[in-house]
């Protein structure tokens, strides 16, 4: 399996910017579609961005459209969260996760994820 290494959170005030990075080893990165998750204190692991092995299409929960950004750059075997516009209710600890194949949005279907990292964004 691929290793995965998030890294990139912190505080950030509401309004603000952050982005993440999810740095992969161990298995060809373009053999893998990614994804992004979330979970907030008391609530399940929910989806947030998903791209293909080749980065041409990208997928989103409603909830970030038009203030999230998802990519990858496969020669630096790297999966990036560009975040701005960010709101109180971002606060969560975000996973990055590997999915041979086609991409899907649901975190069952994804194999590999990493250790997750704290975003925490303050009113």
């Known amino acids: 399996q691929v290793q995965l290494v998030e890294s990139g959170g912190g505080l950030v005030q509401a309004g603000g910017s952050l982005r993440l990075s999810c740095a992969a080893s161990g298995r060809t990165f373009t053999f893998y579609a990614m994804g992004w998750f979330r979970q907030a204190p008391g609530k399940e692991r929910e989806f947030v961005a998903a791209?293909?092995?080749?980065?041409?299409?990208?997928y989103y929960a409603d909830f970030v459209k038009g203030r999230f950004t998802i990519s990858r750059v496969n020669v630096k075997n790297t999966l990036y969260l560009e975040m701005n516009n960010l709101k109180p209710e971002d606060t969560a600890v975000y996973y990055c996760a590997a999915r041979p194949g086609v991409v899907v949005t649901t975190p069952g279907g994804f194999s590999s994820w990493g250790q997750g990292i704290q975003v925490t964004v303050s009113s």
């Open positions: 791209i293909t092995r080749g980065g041409d299409s990208t």
